[in-house]
């Protein structure tokens, strides 16, 4: 089996889209014509997973005599990152990391002109 691909090296075994809470509709062919239908319910996985997650609903408009807070300050202390920025890393960590990007655009400019140099000699 030399030469053959390895499993899962193209696809991923892990399916990275989304699953549908919406329950399979179920076709009732004695009813099927009626127009009473069951409406649209959401999967048992679906509906526990919301069950247990962290809620904040204070701000909803209308009358909502069971909203859940409970989640509303661990939400609050969550921070949206930002890909370029980066506001948790230190002074020096920045200054190092400036430092470092600077030292390594000089050093591939000497290499290139030690190449093109060298490449001159040589023809």
């Known amino acids: 089996h030399y030469g053959d691909s390895l ?4 696809k991923s ?4 889209g989304c699953v549908s ?8 062919y004695e009813n099927y014509w009626d127009q009473d ?3 649209d319910e959401a999967t048992e996985v679906c509906t526990n997973l919301y069950e247990i997650a ?16 409970t989640g509303c ?3 609050k202390t969550l921070k949206s990152s930002h890909s370029l920025s980066v506001p948790s890393a230190s002074t020096p960590a920045k200054v190092f990391a400036g430092i470092f990007a600077v030292t390594t655009v000089a050093l591939g400019a000497v ?5 093109n140099r060298n490449r001159r000699q040589n023809v």
């Open 13 to 16: 075994l892990v399916d990275s």
């Open 54 to 69: 962290g809620k904040c609903e204070e701000g909803l408009d209308g009358y909502y005599p069971n909203r859940d807070v």
């Open 37 to 39: 239908q069951e409406p």
């Open 21 to 28: 809470c919406k329950e399979p509709k179920e076709v009732d």
């Open 7 to 10: 499993p899962y090296s193209k």
């Open 73 to 75: 300050s661990f939400i």
């Open 111 to 115: 290499a290139m002109s030690l190449y």
